[in-house]
């Protein structure tokens, strides 16, 4: 079979669903296919992937086994199982998963003429599996940082301050108040390791990318920190993790024989690392240094490709291991309050229209600053409406309709000054993608205040297709993830979307220092 005759699996495991992407040698989609946890698996009674109790937030491990058995069972039914020659996939980050021992035996002996949940049914120590939805725990968090000299030094350490839905904090929980449950786990995979261990039949390492968001791995050195592990698990969490974290690309071994006979694929298919779903949607748009990503969605996301001595940590952003440069880092900031927040305001002063809503975003704002907390916000941490005219705070403007163009100023003013913190390498575009970057408007904004021209990338750019992409990767020898993009000509050129008007763009960096006093004052209260 040649190069372009195979195919590369990528698999997703989000909050609300299981999706794979099928592609061939040339990076053409030949299959997609998912399973959604609330309509296909009722039975798991989960509400949009998910079952909340207060701040504790779980799925059944279960449920994801069993969409496992279902999503293979379709795929079967294509010609494209024997075709695949390797599989690679993202999960959604921080979740947890804690296999007993007689799991883990069972993944060494699984029997063909059984589905996985038949199998797999006591395959852990603990039924409901953390996710990053969790805010349970603040103690651990605070206990945490406490250890290393606090928030920054942590943020040093691991590329992040102590954050509830981190892996590390979870399982300290888990260490703390099931202590009988920890005893009984064999080992703890993410999510993503999850899902490759289930595939090779014996456990997976994480991947860096994944141990970056755990408080638990060194940003520098890409190995488990100790005095963390000891902290948040005891002396047995090293044993429990098991494996120390990998780079992406180097495949970790053969389909366990079990998917050879029951589903068809080719012996030879071979398992990659697993990594996170932020650092695979990173991997499908190919970024290169001088990229920023701005996602504008239910929660608003900023990504770059920071290379190696580029980066800083702080106690608002996250650094994390990149994907495919050992090397080099991915920054993130994760904003709570995105479409959700911009769209309350467009229903309070523009009639719930977006076309009015963009009218109002050319009222004028001098003097008028705001803050859109409608969510308890992460950067900065704070919660509330919060208006000021001339330096002063008011309960409305003097020109309500200006709340329009306020808030969009406010978010993306926030962002300006976050990714200025973190990297000095200077941005040279941004990609702009999620269901906002359909407004072409609400773009000019963000294109006039960060002081870049807005691209927007064509095509769907997707965790699974991301995982795809890195299957690939891991089965092509001495070539660097940039260069095999450029050999398939793959690399289609994003559309410019606009301009900044630079004298804009001045007058925005005129009111940085005024922002930043007036933020301190909201968080303050």
Same mark, same amino acid.
């Given at each position: 079979?040649s190069?372009?005759?195979?195919y590369?699996?990528g698999l997703?495991?989000?909050?609300?669903?299981?999706?794979?992407?099928?592609?061939?040698?040339?990076?053409?989609?030949?299959?997609?296919?998912?399973?959604?946890?609330?309509?296909?698996?009722p039975?798991?009674?989960?509400?949009?992937?998910a079952?909340h109790?207060?701040d504790?937030?779980?799925?059944?491990?279960?449920?994801?086994? @069993?969409a496992?058995?279902i999503?293979l069972?379709?795929? @079967?039914?294509t010609a494209?199982?024997g075709?695949?020659?390797?599989?690679?996939?993202?999960?959604?980050?921080?979740? *947890?998963v804690y296999?007993?021992?007689a799991?883990?035996?069972?993944?060494?002996?699984l029997?063909s003429?059984k589905?996985?949940?038949?199998q797999?049914?006591?395959a852990?120590?603990i039924g409901?599996?953390?996710?990053?939805?969790?805010?349970?725990?603040?103690r651990?968090?605070?206990?945490?940082?406490?250890? =290393?000299?606090?928030?920054q030094?942590?943020?040093d350490?691991?590329?992040?301050?102590?954050?509830?839905?981190?892996?590390?904090?979870?399982?300290?929980?888990?260490?703390n108040t099931?202590r009988?449950?920890?005893?009984?786990?064999?080992?703890?995979?993410l999510?993503?390791s999850f899902?490759?261990t289930l595939?090779?039949?014996?456990l997976a390492?994480?991947d860096?990318?994944?141990g970056?968001?755990?408080?638990?791995?060194n940003?520098?050195?890409h190995?488990?920190q100790?005095?963390?592990?000891t902290h948040?698990?005891?002396?047995?969490?090293?044993?429990?993790?098991?494996?120390?974290?990998?780079?992406?690309?180097?495949?970790?071994?053969?389909?366990?024989?079990?998917?050879?006979e029951?589903?068809g694929?080719?012996?030879?298919?071979?398992i990659?690392p697993?990594?996170?779903?932020?650092?695979?949607?990173?991997? *499908?748009?190919?970024l290169?240094?001088?990229?920023?990503v701005?996602?504008?969605?239910?929660s608003?996301t900023?990504?770059v490709?920071?290379?190696?001595?580029?980066?800083k940590?702080t106690?608002e952003?996250?650094?994390?291991?990149h994907?495919?440069?050992?090397?080099?880092?991915?920054?993130m900031l994760?904003?709570k309050?995105?479409s959700?927040?911009?769209?309350?305001?467009r229903?309070?002063?523009?009639?719930?229209?977006?076309d009015q809503?963009?009218?109002?975003?050319?009222?004028?704002?001098?003097?008028?600053?705001?803050f859109?907390?409608?969510m308890?916000?992460?950067?900065?941490?704070?919660?509330?409406?919060?208006?000021?005219?001339? $330096?002063?705070?008011?309960?409305?403007?003097s020109?309500?309709?200006?709340?329009?163009?306020?808030?969009v100023?406010?978010?993306?003013?926030?962002m300006?000054?976050?990714?200025?913190?973190?990297?000095t390498?200077?941005?040279?575009?941004i990609?702009?993608?999620?269901?906002?970057?359909?407004?072409?408007?609400?773009?000019q904004?963000l294109?006039? =205040?960060?002081?870049?021209p807005?691209? @927007?990338?064509?095509?769907?750019?997707s965790?699974s297709l991301?995982?795809?992409l890195?299957a690939?990767?891991?089965?092509v020898?001495?070539? $660097?993830?940039?260069?095999?993009?450029?050999?398939q000509?793959? =690399?289609?050129?994003?559309?410019?979307?606009?301009?900044p008007?630079l004298e804009?763009?001045?007058q925005?960096?005129?009111?940085?220092?005024?922002?930043v006093?007036?933020?301190?004052?909201?968080?303050?209260?």
């Amino acid at each position: 079979m040649s190069s372009n005759d195979a195919y590369y699996l990528g698999l997703d495991l989000s909050t609300q669903q299981l999706k794979c992407t099928a592609m061939n040698g040339v990076h053409d989609i030949v299959l997609e296919e998912a399973v959604n946890f609330d309509r296909d698996l009722p039975e798991f009674e989960t509400t949009h992937g998910a079952i909340h109790d207060g701040d504790t937030v779980t799925s059944p491990t279960l449920m994801w086994v @069993k969409a496992m058995d279902i999503l293979l069972d379709r795929l @079967k039914k294509t010609a494209v199982a024997g075709k695949i020659r390797g599989i690679s996939g993202a999960g959604q980050q921080h979740g *947890s998963v804690y296999w007993s021992k007689a799991g883990i035996e069972k993944l060494d002996k699984l029997d063909s003429s059984k589905s996985l949940q038949e199998q797999l049914s006591d395959a852990f120590a603990i039924g409901q599996s953390p996710i990053w939805q969790d805010a349970s725990t603040t103690r651990e968090c605070r206990s945490l940082e406490a250890l =290393v000299g606090g928030p920054q030094a942590l943020a040093d350490l691991t590329g992040s301050k102590a954050y509830e839905r981190f892996t590390g904090n979870q399982i300290a929980k888990i260490y703390n108040t099931r202590r009988e449950a920890y005893e009984k786990t064999q080992n703890i995979s993410l999510v993503s390791s999850f899902m490759a261990t289930l595939l090779l039949g014996r456990l997976a390492p994480v991947d860096s990318p994944e141990g970056s968001g755990t408080n638990l791995m060194n940003i520098e050195t890409h190995r488990w920190q100790e005095d963390l592990l000891t902290h948040c698990g005891g002396s047995e969490l090293r044993t429990k993790l098991g494996l120390e974290p990998v780079e992406g690309g180097n495949a970790l071994g053969k389909i366990n024989p079990y998917y050879v006979e029951r589903y068809g694929f080719h012996p030879d298919c071979a398992i990659m690392p697993f990594t996170g779903d932020n650092s695979a949607t990173l991997v *499908s748009m190919n970024l290169h240094e001088g990229d920023c990503v701005v996602s504008l969605g239910t929660s608003d996301t900023v990504l770059v490709y920071l290379k190696q001595g580029a980066a800083k940590a702080t106690t608002e952003s996250h650094l994390m291991a990149h994907p495919t440069d050992p090397t080099g880092f991915m920054g993130m900031l994760c904003y709570k309050n995105g479409s959700l927040t911009r769209q309350h305001v467009r229903d309070v002063y523009a009639s719930g229209d977006w076309d009015q809503f963009n009218k109002l975003l050319q009222v004028d704002t001098n003097g008028k600053t705001g803050f859109y907390y409608h969510m308890q916000e992460i950067i900065p941490f704070a919660k509330g409406i919060y208006r000021f005219e001339n $330096g002063e705070p008011v309960t409305e403007f003097s020109n309500p309709a200006a709340n329009v163009r306020a808030i969009v100023e406010s978010q993306f003013l926030s962002m300006r000054i976050r990714l200025g913190r973190m990297t000095t390498v200077e941005s040279k575009r941004i990609l702009a993608t999620g269901g906002a970057a359909a407004n072409t408007a609400l773009l000019q904004v963000l294109s006039d =205040v960060m002081g870049l021209p807005v691209y @927007k990338q064509k095509g769907m750019n997707s965790a699974s297709l991301g995982g795809a992409l890195l299957a690939k990767y891991g089965t092509v020898d001495g070539v $660097g993830f940039e260069e095999m993009m450029q050999r398939q000509g793959a =690399v289609e050129e994003p559309e410019l979307v606009c301009k900044p008007d630079l004298e804009l763009t001045k007058q925005y960096a005129s009111r940085v220092e005024e922002y930043v006093r007036l933020e301190q004052s909201v968080v303050d209260q």
